[in-house]
């Protein structure tokens, strides 16, 4: 009996900033290699392999689609069948392959029955303004021996130029009345524009006497826009989409005095203690203490990105300000309390406490912060973790360097409400204190012998389970302020030094305190780069979730 599937199985376009994928969004372990030697084609016996484009010629922006047939011609099942694509020059195409995406596993593939066919699509964006032609490249047929994969020119089509333009307005909206008046408009601003598709694409620009800009001969894409601060004004970036019309000629944005200079913001949750699955509800309050109102304030959390402790954000829950919210307005005076609501995620069962760190305002690096934590799961978990004290002997700028830790010290964990001492650890003669069976939660940290942390901010976080080890390293410096009174009996430990993993913190300002439900004060980003953080071990270092944590979770 001839046994025939055919599935069409299509995908979403992915942008094009997005290199080497495997089929089905996931990353190929190792990258395929290009060869100029080899045939034109795969050619695998038992399989017919067609691949074409659905038309001739695209246009410039237009979604390109090439469809892969394959074809089992022999009476035998045929195994590790593999379709991988890679596009050329700015185009990157993408698929669900489904069983034969190539992961770079061995075996890895599906496998085709006998007289089966399947076809698969691969979906990509004409984004680069200068070309000519689209590419197909590829590899379709049975998975070869090694990690690596060749490159196949499998098919191309034409692709006719089509261009369009953007420009518009910069303004500093002084008085806060969301109207450009006489006098606000801005000179010398910078534009910037990234072409969603297109990488490579980033036209520039300032703006005139003015305050008017035009971008010309850009490709028909949508492009996400954004204006530098300036002047102590921040703008909102805003995506454009260009056509060959004038849609796009007048494309306003409104400038506002930087979101940290008038507007202060708290998060806290409503509860102590929720467990998986929980809508935990928060409450965040905006308060404007500026001389002109405030508006199209929205929520940006979780700046680190995909953190499994996190609660969900951004969504209809939390109204203005979440990403398809209007914007939260705060009058001159007013405090503003809204109400959002987050789902506790599985994961954070696994370190006994779920987070919420977000800044209010544009998206930009001038905006107040707030933060908040709660307990999740069962009451009396505990977690370990170690902390190495070093002081920077030599002066030097690096982080940290062998011979400088600091043996001897009482290391105390302070309970944040209490303000008393649960734990106190004597370091070991390579600085090291190792905490065991502490309870989860998030504490204050003292040092004896006058020694304290250099950078006080932040709060430690012990957790159940460690993301990346368990192991930190603090400096501390010569401070003269007491050890604090242990209210526990201290212990000593002897335990062997074990391997651990340093991280530079970047600077950060200290988180607030407080009874539980803890909420976070609002502070203020100090800069782009702190969105990237380094997560180390079961003790953390937690102010916002764009800094970086000096130990981790």
């Given at each position: 009996?001839?046994?025939?599937?055919?599935?069409?199985?299509?995908?979403?376009?992915?942008?094009?900033?997005?290199?080497?994928?495997?089929?089905?969004?996931?990353?190929?372990?190792?990258?395929?290699?290009?060869?100029?030697?080899?045939?034109?084609?795969?050619?695998?016996?038992?399989?017919?392999?067609?691949?074409?484009?659905?038309?001739?010629?695209?246009?410039?922006?237009?979604?390109?689609?090439?469809?892969?047939?394959?074809?089992?011609?022999?009476?035998?099942?045929i195994e590790h069948v593999i379709a991988y694509s890679s596009g050329k020059d700015g185009v990157h195409f993408t698929a669900d392959a489904g069983e034969f995406t190539w992961n770079g596993n061995n075996p890895s593939g599906g496998t085709l029955d006998a007289h089966e066919t399947v076809e698969i699509d691969f979906v990509a964006h004409v984004g680069n303004v200068n070309a000519t032609k689209v590419e197909l490249m590829g590899y379709i047929g049975i998975k070869p021996e090694g990690s690596g994969l060749p490159l196949f020119p499998l098919a191309e089509a034409k692709v006719e130029k089509r261009t369009g333009y953007f420009g518009g307005t910069v303004y500093a909206d002084r008085n806060g009345n969301q109207t450009l008046d006489d006098g606000e408009v801005l000179a010398g601003a910078k534009i910037t524009a990234g072409n969603a598709y297109f990488n490579d694409d980033r036209p520039a620009t300032t703006t005139d006497a003015a305050g008017r800009f035009r971008i010309d001969n850009v490709a028909t894409v949508p492009y996400l826009v954004f204006v530098e601060d300036k002047d102590g004004w921040t703008f909102q970036y805003q995506q454009v989409k260009v056509d060959t019309t004038d849609a796009n000629a007048n494309v306003v944005f409104r400038g506002v005095g930087q979101f940290n200079q008038s507007l202060t913001a708290s998060i806290a949750f409503t509860k102590q203690r929720y467990q998986v699955g929980d809508m935990a509800e928060m409450k965040v309050t905006?308060?404007?203490?500026?001389?002109?109102?405030?508006?199209?304030?929205?929520?940006?959390?979780?700046?680190?990105?995909?953190?499994?402790?996190?609660?969900?954000?951004?969504?209809?829950?939390?109204?203005?300000?979440?990403?398809?919210?209007?914007?939260?307005?705060?009058?001159?005076?007013?405090?503003?309390?809204?109400?959002?609501?987050?789902?506790?995620?599985?994961?954070?069962?696994?370190?006994?406490?779920?987070?919420?760190?977000?800044?209010?305002?544009?998206?930009?690096?001038?905006?107040?912060?707030?933060?908040?934590?709660?307990?999740?799961?069962?009451?009396?978990?505990?977690?370990?973790?170690?902390?190495?004290?070093?002081?920077?002997?030599?002066?030097?700028?690096?982080?940290?360097?062998?011979?400088?830790?600091?043996?001897?010290l009482d290391v105390s964990l302070i309970d944040l409400t209490s303000k008393k001492v649960v734990v106190t650890v004597r370091s070991d003669a390579k600085g090291k204190a190792d905490f065991k069976n502490v309870p989860v939660g998030v504490y204050d940290i003292a040092f004896s012998g006058g020694w304290a942390r250099k950078d006080t901010r932040g709060d430690i976080h012990v957790t159940k389970k460690c993301k990346y080890g368990c192991d930190s390293y603090m400096e501390v410096v010569k401070s003269g302020n007491p050890q604090p009174t242990p209210t526990t009996t201290p212990t000593t430990t002897t335990a062997a030094p074990v391997q651990t993993t340093t991280t530079t913190p970047a600077p950060q300002a200290k988180a607030g305190s407080g009874d539980l439900p803890n909420t976070g004060a609002s502070v203020v980003w100090p800069a782009i780069a702190g969105l990237s953080a380094v997560l180390l071990g079961g003790v953390a270092v937690f102010v916002t979730r764009r800094r970086r944590k000096t130990v981790a979770e």
């Open positions: 009996m001839t046994a025939t599937r055919s599935s069409r199985l299509a995908a979403l376009v992915v942008g094009a900033a997005l290199t080497g994928l495997a089929l089905g969004g996931t990353a190929a372990a190792a990258q395929p290699s290009s060869s100029p030697t080899i045939p034109t084609a795969p050619v695998v016996d038992g399989l017919d392999i067609e691949v074409g484009f659905e038309k001739d010629t695209y246009l410039t922006g237009e979604e390109v689609v090439a469809t892969a047939t394959i074809t089992n011609t022999t009476d035998a099942p905006l308060t404007n203490t500026g001389s002109v109102p405030l508006s199209g304030i929205k929520a940006n959390c979780d700046r680190v990105g995909d953190s499994p402790d996190h609660v969900t954000w951004g969504d209809k829950l939390w109204g203005d300000l979440g990403h398809e919210g209007a914007g939260a307005q705060v009058g001159v005076g007013e405090t503003k309390v809204i109400t959002v609501s987050g789902k506790v995620p599985a994961s954070a069962d696994t370190y006994g406490i779920v987070h919420v760190a977000c800044d209010f305002g544009f998206d930009s690096s001038a905006n107040p912060e707030a933060n908040a934590w709660a307990f999740v799961g069962a009451e009396n978990a505990v977690g370990s973790m170690s902390i190495t004290a070093f002081a920077n002997k030599s002066g030097s700028d690096e982080w940290y360097q062998d011979g400088e830790e600091v043996p001897g």
